[in-house]
């Protein structure tokens, strides 16, 4: 069963880059059906999703946020990373990293880091 874990700083200023990284282990990072996904949850609203990498390599993100987004990943490190740029306090949430299996659907989350946007 694959296990993800998220890391990244807490607390990031206004107009900075939010940068997190999930660790993935007890699988295979490089099948053909993984989508490896970040989602997001702010402070009393549902899940957000912001994108994903796909097993090509191409990514896809959130149209809300696109233009601050990139996903990225290193196969040889067994770790997939997120980069939010100018954030805002909007921003705050907590950050879930999991995998989308393309027959089983979302079936492996991170325990999720708390990110706040704050000077």
């Known amino acids: 069963q694959v296990q993800l874990q998220e890391s990244g700083p807490g607390l990031v200023k206004p107009s900075q880059t939010l940068s997190l990284t999930c660790a993935v282990s007890g699988g295979s990072m490089t099948t053909n059906y993984d989508y490896w996904t970040w989602i997001r949850q702010p402070p009393g609203k549902g899940l957000e999703w912001i994108g994903y990498i796909a097993p090509s390599g191409n990514t896809y993100y959130s149209p809300s946020l696109k233009s601050r987004t990139s996903i990225s990943r290193d196969t040889s490190k067994y770790q997939f990373n997120l980069h939010l740029s100018s954030v805002t306090p909007e921003d705050t949430a907590v950050y879930y990293c999991?995998?989308?299996?393309?027959?089983?659907?979302?079936?492996?989350w991170g325990q999720g880091t708390h990110v706040t946007v704050s000077s």
């Open positions: 999991a995998r989308f299996n393309s027959h089983y659907g979302l079936d492996s």
